[in-house]
């Protein structure tokens, strides 16, 4: 820790907030919703979480929710605000010249790491048993729900969260039994002097996305490996086990010869790995936690699963990572929300509330319909690979064409979102002590991370045309749809569902790529307004067929001339 950081107890001091009264002429300032429960602001959210979870599990959850959105909307606020602020710092050696790849973090970082990881566990919930009491691990939903409170205030970690998680998934599924003994227990330790924390380094500078241009090379050492090579873009770059991609040096060019590999910080004989963090990313995003850039001296590495495989595992990794970037993203947006209409219920102007005005009116409607249509469908595809990971195969497939759909739409969304809830604060949402500039700054890590617009939505053609995505898609959203109860509303989207998913289908094998983000945000709309629709349907929850309508009539309906020939007639 470098001798210039402050107490915890001066960070949480110095967050402007205060229990003292406010002095009468400062009664009328700016609305701060500093302290409200982001949990209790959210009123669909338990309705919503009952169409999935187990009514005994959800009831032992609820108090836990309470807890981690009492906290987001305050204490981790301040935490959060500090960490962005007083980001990490590379100790590139000793003061005697030893090399060194320690990152100095703020204690405000330090906090958010223990809530994230020992308080609530978010990286080992779906793993082991005993995650917030709870005797089994926990489905993939009632984790991620843990991640849309977190992720509404601090998104820089809920990165590593995520590689954590994603890392002992993959781990667990192509491991050896040995790395496996080795490495799960501190991968899902709640312990903060036994976690491993995991990392991804995958990217290299010339090749961007394209993993085939791979040049990091594997060269064998006994029973181990040896890897050589830079890695350039590598988030939460002080991690303790990193996957990483590289070519043996006998394996073929292209895809091919991908493979992939665990590397240790620390060697077996005890010594620090051989590689070391060049410098820091200054990152418009995500400041709070340290990306770096790697050089790779011979570090010791194990193989994971089979040589030319590492293009095949890490996408199954970025997958659990697209949609945790959904669920992230759809928590910004609900945070931007929360935020807006707490300001537009309290600030006055021209002598009433900014939110009986109409055009505020007509905004924040607006940003709801975003923010809805992507926790549903997020929450929906993660109750998909709840049932996949159970064995249900017709899942899988679904899930596969889900995950980029949302990874697509939900992210790009939440830039919009975000952008309209600052110019809904006016002055305030542009200025860093609120957490408006914030929350805009970290939408651009989810649409960038784990694949661009371009990249997921061509994702989806590759599901249609090697896995007839579109077949299980419809055959989904169709029983979906079926079970409607407004039967207007239920004509409605299936007319749509069977005029759009042929030309979906037809558009991605005969790879009209110029297409592919317009067809990609058809499928993402109309299944959005299918499971709003659904939800509508559903004990409290009728106010939703609401949003189901608003969906076909401005994000969906208006394709259909240019996209999908003659406009569906609604006689």
């Known amino acids: 820790m470098s001798a210039t950081v402050h107490s ?87 003061r005697t010249g030893v090399p060194t790849n320690d ?44 991640f849309y409170l977190y992720g509404q205030v601090e998104h820089g970690l809920t990165c590593p969260l995520n590689m954590t998680d994603a890392f002992t998934r993959t781990l ?74 590289a070519r043996p040096d006998d394996a073929p060019a292209g895809w ?6 665990l590397m240790p910080k620390i060697k077996a004989d005890g010594s620090s790995n051989d590689y070391r963090i060049i410098a820091l990313k200054d990152k418009i995003c995500t400041k709070s936690m340290a990306t770096g850039e790697i050089e790779l001296e011979g570090a010791e590495a194990y193989r994971i699963g089979e040589v030319g495989r590492g293009f095949q595992q890490i996408a199954e990794m970025m997958q659990a990572s697209r949609l945790s970037n959904s669920v992230r993203s759809a928590a910004l947006m609900r945070r931007a929300l929360t935020e807006s209409r707490y300001f537009a219920k309290h600030r006055q102007a021209f002598g009433q509330p900014i939110e009986s005005l109409p055009l505020m009116q007509v905004q924040l409607q607006k940003m709801e319909l975003l923010v809805e249509q992507g926790r549903s469908f997020a929450f929906h595809t993660a109750e998909a690979l709840r049932q996949a990971d159970a064995g249900d195969k017709e899942m899988e497939r679904l899930v596969r064409i889900l995950t980029p759909l949302a990874k697509y739409r939900v992210c790009r ?15 305030a949402g542009i ?89 990609a945000s058809a499928l993402y709309h109309l299944g959005s307004a299918i499971i709003l629709a659904w939800e509508a349907s559903q004990p409290g929850l009728g106010h939703r067929a609401r949003l189901a309508r608003s969906v076909l009539q401005h994000r969906l309906d208006p394709q259909y001339p240019r996209f999908f020939g003659k406009m569906v007639e609604d006689n």
Not at 256 to 261: D, E, I, K, Q, Y
Not at 416 to 424: F, N, P, R
């Open 431 to 519: 200025i860093e002590e609120w957490p408006l500039a914030r929350l805009m700054r970290d939408t651009f890590t989810m649409t960038i991370g784990e694949g661009t617009a371009n990249v997921v939505s061509l994702d989806v053609y590759r599901c249609i045309q090697k896995q007839d995505a579109t077949a299980v898609y419809r055959t989904h959203f169709e029983a979906l749809a079926n079970r409607v109860a407004d039967v207007d509303l239920r004509e409605k989207l299936l007319r749509r569902l069977q005029a759009i998913v042929p030309f979906v289908r037809e558009c991605a094998l005969e790879k009209r790529d110029h297409l592919a983000r317009e067809t």
């Open 256 to 261: 091919a010869g991908v493979t992939l590999f």
């Open 172 to 245: 667990k599924k192509y491991g050896t039994p040995e790395l496996i003994e080795k490495y799960l227990p501190k991968l899902t330790s709640l312990d903060m002097d036994e976690l491993y924390q995991a990392g991804m380094f995958v990217t290299e500078q010339h090749a961007g996305s394209d993993v085939s241009q791979t040049e990091t090379r594997a060269c064998r050492a006994g029973n181990t490996w040896r890897l050589y090579g830079q890695k350039w873009f590598c988030s939460n770059a002080s991690a303790d086990v990193m996957l990483v991609l």
């Open 103 to 146: 990152i100095d973090y703020h204690p405000a970082y330090q906090e958010l790491e223990r809530i994230g990881y020992a308080e609530f566990g978010l990286h080992a919930a779906s793993h082991v048993p005993g995650v917030l009491g709870w005797n089994a691990p926990l489905p993939p939903l009632a984790k991620y729900v843990l």
């Open 8 to 94: 915890l107890s001066a960070v949480e001091a110095t967050a402007g907030h205060t229990s003292n009264p406010v002095p009468a002429r400062y009664g009328r300032n700016v609305p701060d919703s500093y302290g409200h429960n982001l949990f209790e602001a959210d009123a669909d959210l338990m309705p919503l979480l009952g169409l999935y979870l187990d009514s005994k599990l959800l009831a032992h959850l609820e108090p836990h929710l309470n807890r981690l959105g009492a906290m987001a909307g305050g204490r981790m606020e301040t935490l959060a605000a500090t960490a962005d602020r007083e980001t990490p710092k590379l100790i590139a050696r000793t």
């Open 413 to 427: 969304d939440a830039r919009k979102v975000a952008a309209d809830a600052m110019e809904a604060h006016g002055g």
